[in-house]
């Protein structure tokens, strides 16, 4: 089973990908985990990363595309994933969808995690103190949310046709999303 979960900045993907992930015995395949070990490791990719992150910017297209194929050509992820943080375009949408298909298999849920605005300034600022990413300020944060609005959410329309989108509301306890998160894929 392939799922990919959306959602802003702050919304909670990271932790609920996570979990999901494990109650079902399948990869989390997160670009933001994978970019960020690169970047502590200072790796070139790393290196090229971090002034994207830094920046308040997306990771290029490419870069992401060939985490993403690597992941999925592992045999952890064989028969399923969790997406996080990719596809964050409808163009690379389309590439993830293209490159499913070639390997046999489509998403089977699209999981969109509704937070407002403020409570995701909040969430990211509390992750900046504790986890010490510097990425997380406050200004960066407006930034990289009024770059989700234009460049992610637009994912809904490119996912709402195929009718396994869903929308999860992503302002309860970490244990109440994730309940309603195994209503909705129906483990």
Known sequence: MFILILG????????QGKLLAERLGIPKIATGDILRAAVQKGTPLGR???????AGNLVPDHIILDLIQAE???PAAADGGVLDGFPRTAAQAELVDRLLAAR???LNHVLLLDVDETEL???????ARIEGRSDD???K???RLAVYQRDTAPLVAHYA???????????????EIAREIKRVVGR
């Open 121 to 127: 300034v909040r969430r990211i600022l509390d992750r």
């Open 161 to 175: 046709p195929f009718g396994n989108l869903h929308r999860v509301p992503g302002m309860g306890t970490v244990d």
């Open 141 to 143: 944060a407006h930034q």
């Open 8 to 15: 802003a900045p702050g919304s909670g993907k990271g932790t």
């Open 48 to 54: 090229t990363a971090k002034s994207f992150m830094d």
């Open 104 to 106: 046999g298999h489509r």
């Open 137 to 139: 300020t406050a200004e």
């Open 72 to 74: 999925l050509a592992t």
